[in-house]
């Protein structure tokens, strides 16, 4: 049984991992590049080690010496998280060539589901819904205006191993589908290191909707439902729920066969998520599998009570699942905020830097999945994501309700966060409604953009005086004893006065 883990990652998700090996009494051993060295998951791991520069080339990404360091650490099992390597098949390939557990599905289903031709070749063979378009690398400029003019205007240019929105171009005429394919490649080159693009139809106005899958070593496969995760900012998901609003019982049950057929194409073990496309008629479409652990994972968890990390290292270990389909059920609604350290005024622009306070929001159904401290500098060479909060409640209104109550709580100071931008989308008239898709931000954006009142200014004028108020108390005499004769709050006054505040 394995009784200590390598988490291969950073930030919020290796405290994650690491919080789930505490409780079941396994031992966690965290990698860290220089720029981490004080940060949150290097102070809570049982072991922490070192494994080069800043530069996640040179540290997060150095398979040969994070396998080095589990060798020297004695770990069982590493655990990749999400981003990074947990997608690589090279990795787990060199891990279990180690005598290491890979916590995650095999080399097959990584290499297979990690190329999108690939993928989508084998979900036609196995029955699963997809969105008309080719099935092979497009290298001719006259062969791609052919397959654009017969699928049909729009169309997006996809990159064979993409992920993330890169190497991705909506193409809604054909005067700009060379210069988008170029793009395309250009930027899958890049990324990827593999410039293969495919063309398929774009769906107008979809649904993002995706199924957590779990499987383990003795062919049992459930799902653990869906998660509505249409509020996207460039392809990058913001906000999340479930269950979805666009959810039906028959589409659900449908959805979720489907995800199953296809964790089942490629023999899946562990943790997974199958993304669909859903369009106004509720058609479904298959875009990708994660052959990993999602950002979102949280809200999953919270509705159906289920630690799926937890479960991953069970797989892991060889145990089988102890739930069957039957036995799983949705209980209330979850929203998970992703928070970011940027400013969404100057083009949402990374804001890496100290954290001068912090104060996390608390109480019934809330959950903050976050890595940063008073006085921890976030650095600019990663992901800005610093923390999810999640809310939960019996109903999809009250977790809105409750969303917004912990937003207002949340406080940093130091850095400036995408708090006020995801606190406007939970006031947005469509995300309340439950009525919006993938577009929901860019119709909305006037809106999102929009200051409120002067909350956040009167915040600050609060906190400043209400410390000018505590300075002229302290009269003190010679036994440094506090002067109370004062026993009106002058900031009382203040706000009452001016009309600022109202206490």
């Given at each position: 049984?394995?009784?200590?883990?390598?988490?291969?990652?950073?930030?919020?998700?290796?405290?994650?991992?690491?919080?789930?090996?505490?409780?079941?009494?396994?031992?966690?051993?965290?990698?860290?590049?220089?720029?981490?060295r004080k940060a949150m998951h290097v102070r809570y791991a049982d072991e922490a080690y070192c494994v080069g520069p800043a530069s996640s080339a040179e540290s997060y990404l150095n398979?040969?010496?994070?396998?080095?360091?589990?060798?020297?650490?004695?770990?069982?099992?590493?655990?990749?998280?999400?981003?990074?390597?947990?997608?690589?098949?090279?990795?787990?390939?060199?891990?279990?060539?180690?005598?290491?557990?890979?916590?995650?599905?095999?080399?097959?289903?990584?290499n297979t589901m990690g190329d999108k031709l690939t993928a989508r070749e084998l979900m036609i063979k196995s029955g699963v819904p997809v969105v008309p378009g080719t099935e092979e690398?497009?290298?001719?400029?006259?062969?791609?205006?052919?397959?654009?003019?017969?699928?049909?205007?729009?169309?997006?240019?996809?990159?064979?191993?993409?992920?993330?929105?890169?190497?991705?171009?909506?193409?809604?005429?054909?005067?700009?589908?060379?210069?988008?394919?170029?793009?395309?490649?250009?930027?899958?080159?890049?990324?990827?290191?593999?410039?293969?693009?495919?063309?398929?139809?774009?769906?107008?106005?979809?649904?993002?909707?995706?199924?957590?899958?779990?499987?383990?070593?003795?062919?049992?496969?459930?799902?653990?439902?869906?998660?509505?995760?249409?509020?996207?900012?460039?392809?990058?998901?913001?906000?999340?729920?479930?269950?979805?609003?666009?959810?039906?019982?028959?589409?659900?049950?449908?959805?979720?066969?489907?995800?199953?057929?296809?964790?089942?194409?490629?023999?899946?073990?562990?943790?997974?998520?199958?993304?669909?496309?859903?369009?106004?008629?509720?058609?479904?479409?298959?875009?990708?599998?994660?052959?990993?652990?999602?950002?979102?994972?949280?809200?999953?968890?919270?509705?159906?009570?289920?630690?799926?990390?937890?479960?991953?290292?069970?797989?892991?270990?060889?145990?089988?699942?102890?739930?069957?389909?039957?036995?799983?059920?949705?209980?209330?609604?979850?929203?998970?905020?992703?928070?970011?350290?940027?400013?969404?005024?100057?083009?949402?622009?990374?804001?890496?830097?100290?954290?001068?306070?912090?104060?996390?929001?608390?109480?019934?159904?809330?959950?903050?999945?976050?890595?940063v401290y008073e006085g921890y500098e976030i650095p600019f060479h990663y992901d800005p994501m610093i923390s999810k909060l999640i809310s939960w409640a019996p109903t999809r209104s009250?977790?809105?309700?409750?969303?917004?109550?912990?937003?207002?709580?949340?406080?940093?100071?130091?850095?400036?966060?995408?708090?006020?931008?995801?606190?406007?989308?939970?006031?947005?008239?469509?995300?309340?409604?439950?009525?919006?898709?993938?577009?929901?931000?860019?119709?909305?954006?006037?809106?999102?953009?929009?200051?409120?009142?002067?909350?956040?200014?009167?915040?600050?004028?609060?906190?400043?005086?209400?410390?000018?108020?505590?300075?002229?108390?302290?009269?003190?005499?010679?036994?440094?004893?506090?002067?109370?004769?004062?026993?009106?709050?002058?900031?009382?006054?203040?706000?009452?006065?001016?009309?600022?505040?109202?206490?």
């Amino acid at each position: 049984m394995i009784k200590k883990v390598l988490v291969a990652n950073r930030g919020e998700i290796a405290v994650r991992v690491m919080r789930s090996c505490r409780e079941m009494g396994i031992l966690s051993v965290a990698v860290f590049s220089e720029a981490d060295r004080k940060a949150m998951h290097v102070r809570y791991a049982d072991e922490a080690y070192c494994v080069g520069p800043a530069s996640s080339a040179e540290s997060y990404l150095n398979i040969d010496k994070i396998i080095e360091v589990a060798k020297i650490a004695k770990a069982d099992a590493i655990h990749p998280g999400y981003g990074f390597l947990s997608e690589n098949a090279t990795f787990a390939d060199k891990v279990s060539k180690a005598g290491i557990i890979f916590i995650g599905p095999s080399i097959h289903a990584i290499n297979t589901m990690g190329d999108k031709l690939t993928a989508r070749e084998l979900m036609i063979k196995s029955g699963v819904p997809v969105v008309p378009g080719t099935e092979e690398n497009i290298t001719d400029n006259t062969r791609l205006k052919e397959i654009a003019n017969q699928i049909g205007y729009p169309v997006m240019i996809k990159a064979s191993a993409g992920g993330g929105g890169k190497g991705m171009r909506l193409v809604r005429e054909e005067k700009d589908v060379i210069s988008a394919y170029e793009m395309a490649k250009s930027e899958a080159r890049s990324a990827f290191g593999n410039d293969a693009v495919y063309i398929e139809k774009y769906v107008e106005g979809p649904h993002h909707i995706e199924f957590q899958i779990m499987a383990d070593q003795h062919g049992n496969y459930v799902h653990l439902f869906e998660r509505e995760c249409s509020v996207q900012r460039r392809h990058q998901k913001v906000v999340e729920e479930t269950p979805s609003p666009l959810m039906t019982p028959k589409l659900r049950e449908e959805m979720g066969k489907r995800a199953i057929d296809a964790a089942k194409s490629v023999n899946y073990v562990g943790a997974g998520t199958v993304e669909f496309l859903v369009d106004n008629n509720l058609n479904f479409y298959f875009l990708e599998m994660n052959t990993r652990l999602q950002v979102e994972h949280p809200i999953t968890e919270r509705v159906t009570g289920i630690d799926l990390v937890k479960a991953q290292i069970n797989v892991a270990n060889g145990l089988p699942l102890p739930f069957k389909q039957e036995d799983l059920r949705q209980n209330g609604h979850a929203i998970e905020c992703r928070i970011y350290a940027e400013d969404h005024k100057n083009n949402f622009m990374p804001s890496p830097g100290v954290v001068k306070s912090i104060s996390e929001p608390l109480g019934l159904g809330i959950r903050t999945d976050g890595y940063v401290y008073e006085g921890y500098e976030i650095p600019f060479h990663y992901d800005p994501m610093i923390s999810k909060l999640i809310s939960w409640a019996p109903t999809r209104s009250e977790a809105i309700e409750r969303m917004k109550r912990a937003l207002y709580e949340y406080k940093i100071t130091g850095v400036k966060t995408s708090i006020p931008f995801v606190s406007k989308i939970m006031e947005a008239k469509d995300f309340v409604d439950g009525n919006y898709d993938t577009h929901f931000i860019e119709k909305n954006m006037d809106f999102l953009m929009t200051d409120d009142d002067c909350s956040d200014y009167c915040e600050d004028i609060a906190l400043l005086v209400a410390y000018l108020d505590y300075t002229e108390k302290m009269k003190l005499d010679g036994e440094h004893t506090l002067d109370t004769t004062h026993k009106t709050s002058q900031w009382k006054e203040f706000g009452r006065r001016k009309n600022v505040i109202r206490l």
